[in-house]
């Protein structure tokens, strides 16, 4: 297991990602290109539940 910074590192890292993916999916939406939108949001909704599981505290 990676320590806490680590964690928390690589949790925002993700949320970047995600919050990139978001502009993606805006952008397809906008422009009308549906499935390009659909799977950029379908990768931002992941890298969230990537950010949740990495900044959720270890169980002991």
Same mark, same amino acid.
Request: aromatic share 10%.
């Given at each position: 297991?990676?320590?806490?910074?680590?964690?928390?590192?690589?949790?925002?890292?993700?949320?970047?990602?995600?919050?990139?993916?978001?502009?993606? /999916? $805006? =952008?397809?939406?906008?422009?009308?290109?549906?499935? @390009? #939108?659909? *799977? /950029? $949001? =379908?990768?931002?909704?992941?890298?969230?539940?990537? @950010? #949740?599981? *990495?900044?959720?505290?270890?169980?002991?």
């Amino acid at each position: 297991m990676a320590p806490s910074g680590q964690r928390r590192a690589l949790g925002a890292l993700f949320l970047v990602l995600a919050a990139l993916f978001v502009g993606i /999916a $805006a =952008a397809g939406t906008n422009a009308g290109v549906w499935p @390009v #939108a659909v *799977a /950029a $949001a =379908a990768l931002a909704f992941w890298m969230l539940t990537m @950010v #949740a599981r *990495a900044w959720r505290r270890p169980r002991r």
